[in-house]
């Protein structure tokens, strides 16, 4: 056995663990973890301008890619409660991250020493542990355990407090000794799955949706093909999308009261079975469970047990890993379909194609400013099926999930349940250096893009490139709508006369000259019919200089996005698309 400081004992089980992406700010009660950091060399750090920062990038970083785990670093007191929002964004969506922070000598803990708060306490609630470790002897297994929990049943996060006489306490550790914990996930009984494709087979128009949980799984491919065996069409989750790509045949649309295609909608109230699978059935997704669930029966499949009812008790739940269940359920297809019992749904499918090549939304508007929908239109054009989207909240993520087109599992990264304002930067960094040679577009709304808009510093310094599209209404633009209804606009104007940047027309903070200062690169766009050079200039830009470029897009200040208060009564703000060149880049041309 080897003696050494606990905090070399935790940065060789990181590196084991296959953990060796980091991002943090180092503090004094960090010190002793970032030099065994510094000593081992196996664990790239990213330095944030801000903790929360940090935890987002940790957290793109880790949805990036099967498999990812990103570190979270801060020292002790505020750093770990700003690490709170992060350790929510990632808990609410399933995502494994690892947040340490340092804390106060053991001996202080209850002496209101500085920057001694019980982050323990705080962290649990968005956490599947949180420990503060105040035993050296502790930390391999307390870490070891952490990897253990982040994996198993439905993932999340972990935050693990090291005081910093922990740190420097030696013990006797052999990292060539260290295995780690077996992964521990519910997997669906052939029995329950026989039932489940009974209950499927007897419908006659049944739909599988497919929820985030599939690509947390890293089962795209496996739900592709159970689609495919049986003939049933797919309506991916928000989470979910990107799950079976937007162009593939049985990708029949988005469903819910914001992020929802129209012909996603009609398609759902036209089913009568529906097959969940690593799916929570959001509120957004689902609107009033009376109109969601009227005239079909609902299997629910999902590694939680606790989440199978939790919203509307479905006809039948099962409690299984999205990857395990879709392979039994590929195995009972197969049986079927060598034994030429499978129904016909050929006449469903057509259907659901003729909507989706039928209800579309208008793109293709030439208005000065400038009209959202055009810009999801010219995205579509300028970025290829690679192309990996960020967002988290706000009408632009709203509208980018109604217009844009995913062709991949994890191309699509969203802070989906929390929906946290800033998230969208940061996070993308994170992506970048989980997808270091692929393109990462981020999108926001101006108040998105000014929450965390320091850490474009970050892409800066360590040549992180990726493009960032604000579109700017000078607004905080989807609060703004849902005062309508209080026939009111109450605190959401971002407008001001800015008197060091004339050109920005009233529409406040210049953030070009705030992206240049930062040390990247920046295009202004106020024509419609200037994107395509704009897009095309920042690729080059990005591809030159190695830094994060921001296309900040003039929007009219005024717009509503389509969306309502039950699946079956999405409000059209609008003109729809009546013919093909009112939607040029739908995924069906419509038929003029």
């Not at 019992?341 to 050929?346: G, I, V």
């Not at 509503?560 to 009112?582: H, K, P, Q, T, Y």
Request: proline share 5%.
């Amino acid at each position: 056995m080897t003696k050494m400081r606990t905090v070399d004992a935790a940065v060789a089980i990181l590196a084991k663990e296959g953990a060796i992406e980091a991002f943090g700010l180092p503090g004094a009660a960090i010190n002793p973890f970032y030099s065994a950091m510094r000593a081992h060399g196996g664990i790239r750090h990213t330095l944030a301008r801000h903790v929360e920062g940090a935890s987002h990038m940790a957290d793109g970083y880790s949805r990036a890619a099967d498999g990812n785990i990103g570190i979270c670093i801060g020292t002790s007191g505020p750093a770990g409660t700003d690490m709170i929002t992060g350790l929510y964004a990632a808990w609410a969506d399933s995502i494994p991250m690892l947040c340490i922070t340092g804390q106060a000598p053991v001996a202080k803990l209850h002496k209101e020493d500085f920057q001694a708060v019980d982050i323990e306490s705080i962290a649990k609630p968005v956490t599947k542990m949180a420990m503060t470790i105040l035993e050296p002897g502790q930390v391999p297994g307390a870490f070891q355990k952490a990897f253990q929990l982040m994996r198993s049943g439905r993932p999340g996060p972990v935050l693990l407090d090291l005081p910093f006489d922990v740190q420097m306490a030696e013990i006797e550790f052999d990292i060539d000794a260290y295995e780690p914990i077996a992964v521990e996930k519910p997997k669906a009984s052939r029995k329950q799955l026989e039932k489940a494709l009974d209950m499927l087979t007897a419908a006659e128009r049944p739909l599988i949706v497919a929820g985030g949980g599939i690509i947390n799984a890293g089962a795209s491919a496996q739900l592709v093909e159970l689609a495919e065996l049986l003939n049933v069409p797919v309506i991916p989750t928000l989470m979910g999308w990107g799950a079976i790509p937007d162009d593939h045949v049985l990708m029949a649309g988005m469903v819910g009261l914001q992020t929802s295609h129209r012909y996603g909608n009609e398609t759902m109230l036209a089913s009568d079975f529906v097959i969940g699978i690593g799916n929570r059935w959001a509120n957004r997704h689902t609107g009033g469970l009376d109109t969601y669930t009227a005239g079909r029966k609902f299997v629910h499949i999902d590694i939680e047990p606790t989440q199978i009812g939790r919203v509307f008790s479905p006809d039948f739940g099962i409690a299984s890993d999205a990857g395990a269940a879709l392979d039994g359920l590929i195995e009972l297809a197969r049986e079927r379909q060598a034994a030429k019992s499978l129904p016909d749904y050929s006449g469903w499918v057509a259907e659901c194609t003729a909507r989706k090549g039928s209800l579309q939304r208008k793109t293709h508007f030439e208005n000065v400013p400038i009209k959202p929908q055009r810009v999801y239109e010219e995205m579509n054009k300028a970025f290829g099926k690679d192309t990996t989207y960020v967002s988290t909240i706000g009408l632009s993520q709203i509208a980018g999930a109604q217009l844009l087109h995913v062709f991949g599992p994890r191309k699509w990264i969203n802070a989906g349940q929390a929906g946290p304002l800033g998230w969208t930067c940061p996070a993308a960094l994170g992506v970048v250096r989980g997808k270091p040679d692929e393109t990462v577009v981020a999108l926001s709304g101006d108040y998105d893009f000014q929450f965390m808009i320091e850490e474009l510093a970050v892409g800066a310094q360590f040549n992180l490139p990726y493009i960032h599209v604000v579109v700017n209404n000078s607004y905080l633009g989807l609060i703004r709508q849902s005062q309508r209804g209080f026939n009111m606009e109450q605190n959401v104007s971002l407008a001001f006369e800015n008197i060091n940047s004339p050109e920005t027309n009233g529409y406040g903070v210049d953030h070009i000259k705030v992206a240049e200062g930062l040390g990247c690169k920046a295009v202004r766009v106020e024509n419609p019919s200037d994107l395509p050079a704009a897009f095309d200039k920042a690729k080059a830009l990005m591809d030159e200089f190695k830094v994060p470029v921001v296309v900040e897009v003039i929007l009219e200040k005024i717009t509503n996005i389509s969306m309502g208060v039950e699946i079956n009564g999405v409000n059209e703000f609008e003109d729809l698309a009546e013919r093909g060149e009112d939607a040029p880049t739908a995924i069906i041309a419509l038929l003029d």
